[in-house]
């Protein structure tokens, strides 16, 4: 059977009855469709149905979304049952109605400030379910474990439709920028590039949301200046709930990754892998995976030395045993610290490096 009637929804094989089930809103047009197919009709049951199925879509931080122009999804969010993300005031206002990245109707603005602020909330249609994920492109599928603003000087990641998956530090935080159309205050200012059309894209600190894009200077070419707000207001101002918990895959035996370490460890103790002096790593993605006895909490860090500082840019820490996660990082020497938060036990480690 092929070419069935938008009033068909669904048929399978009923193993038990050896019989062909067609589901039908219409069943003298079902039954037009079987006589026309060709099949033996005594070995097809028609059965009336109300099903009118729908593909389902997720809502990822990064994405593109549509509206007239184009803008990038900030963050998942919810509020009450009804599920929406975070962008730019800038890119619609209330009632601008949205398509997503597939141009599939997706949702409506629900509420929008700009100028003075640039944020805004869409509300989604049941197609689509919020994920606490950004899609990091070439840094895989990224997860959002909170919103805990980082300090100035600390590693940032952009997501967008544009130019993808871009990092850089925090200049400063509670910035005031003018723009063509008026004055926007309490933005974070980066050193991350972005170009039209990354507008509303995810601002991303390890796990850690941190806000969305609103504008800046230069472009990805020649490098820019970025600014954006921070997510926290916009959850506060909307009465908005951040989704978070999006996981990457579970490590599997962390097979597949170029350098393997094994180690054990006491509860409490630390290991840091290759060693402690770390790695030399040229810009691009880091991948590590980190895999812990069952019934363990192992966490994994990545950890990138400034001047003779470690700081974390990147960490796994669910409260299971293995970790995954990648990171984007610019080049310099780097290490994983692998931290036994409860229980005792060896591990491996897997690390790629760029």
């Known amino acids: 059977m092929s070419s069935a009637p938008k009033s068909v929804p669904s048929w399978y094989v009923d193993v038990r009855t050896n019989s062909v089930v067609v589901l039908a809103g219409d069943v003298a047009e079902a039954q037009a469709f079987v006589n026309g197919s060709g099949v033996d009709a005594s070995l097809v049951r028609v059965e009336a149905s109300q099903e009118k199925p729908t593909p389902l879509y997720d809502v990822r931080g990064g994405d593109a979304y549509y509206m007239g122009g184009r803008c990038s999804v900030g963050f998942s969010v919810t509020r009450g049952s009804q599920g929406g ?27 929008s400030s700009f100028p003075g602020n640039d944020y805004a909330w869409v509300a989604v249609n049941a197609n689509w379910t919020p994920t606490g994920v950004v899609n990091g492109y070439s840094a895989g599928i990224l997860p959002v474990n909170g919103s805990t603003q980082q300090v100035v000087g600390s590693s940032i990641c952009r997501s967008g439709s544009t130019t993808q998956y871009r990092c850089g530090t925090i200049s400063q935080h509670n910035t005031s920028v003018t723009y063509p159309e008026g004055t926007i205050t309490g933005l974070t200012r980066t050193t991350v590039c972005a170009e039209p059309g990354d507008s509303g894209g995810s601002y991303i600190s390890g796990t850690q949301a941190q806000g969305v894009t609103s504008g800046g200077s230069g472009n990805c070419t020649s490098g820019g200046t970025t600014y954006h707000q921070p997510i926290n207001e916009i959850l506060s101002v909307y009465g908005l709930t951040l989704v978070t918990g999006g996981t990457n895959p579970p490590p ?34 880091h991948r590590v995976c980190l895999d812990a006895p069952n019934g363990t909490d192992y966490d994994a860090y990545l950890q990138k030395l400034s001047g003779s500082t470690w700081t974390t840019v990147a960490s796994g820490t669910s409260s299971g045993p293995d970790e995954a996660f990648t990171y984007n990082g610019t080049a310099g020497t780097y290490r994983v610290r692998v931290h036994a938060y409860s229980g005792s036990g060896s591990y491996t480690l897997g690390l790629t490096r760029p």
């Open 252 to 285: 599997t035996g962390c097979t597949g990754y170029t350098n393997t370490y094994t180690g054990s460890l006491t509860s409490n103790a630390n290991a840091y892998q290759p060693g402690t002096a770390g790695y030399s790593a040229a810009a691009g993605v």
């Open 85 to 111: 993300f975070a962008t730019a005031g800038h890119c619609g206002t209330v009632g601008t109605a949205t398509q997503g990245f597939n141009r599939v109707a997706q949702g409506t603005f629900q509420g």
